[in-house]
């Protein structure tokens, strides 16, 4: 499934970053496949505020579709 898909306050695991530009971008913030991210907030026609390890990120919309992840991370 894709990103733009989860649910303000689900919890997944990272499957698969499709755009290179955007996988650069989340391995500086030491999200890789297999990490777990929780999605703190989906803002109406806007980014995807997303937590990982104690650090909150925000990501737009068009790069949140060339995320894959999958349910199943720990709430």
């Given at each position: 499934?894709?990103?733009?898909?989860?649910?303000?306050?689900?919890?997944?695991?990272?499957?698969?970053?499709?755009?290179?530009?955007?996988?650069?971008?989340?391995?500086?913030?030491?999200?890789?496949?297999?990490?777990?991210?929780?999605?703190?907030?989906?803002?109406?026609?806007?980014?995807?505020?997303?937590?990982?390890?104690?650090?909150?990120?925000?990501?737009?919309?068009?790069?949140?579709?060339?995320?894959?992840?999958?349910?199943?991370?720990l709430q």
């Amino acid at each position: 499934m894709c990103l733009t898909e989860i649910k303000r306050g689900e919890t997944v695991n990272l499957v698969r970053i499709g755009d290179e530009e955007t996988r650069t971008q989340f391995i500086r913030f030491g999200i890789s496949e297999g990490s777990r991210i929780r999605c703190l907030e989906r803002i109406p026609f806007g980014p995807f505020m997303l937590s990982h390890n104690n650090q909150e990120i925000a990501i737009g919309r068009e790069a949140a579709r060339s995320i894959f992840v999958r349910k199943g991370g720990l709430q």
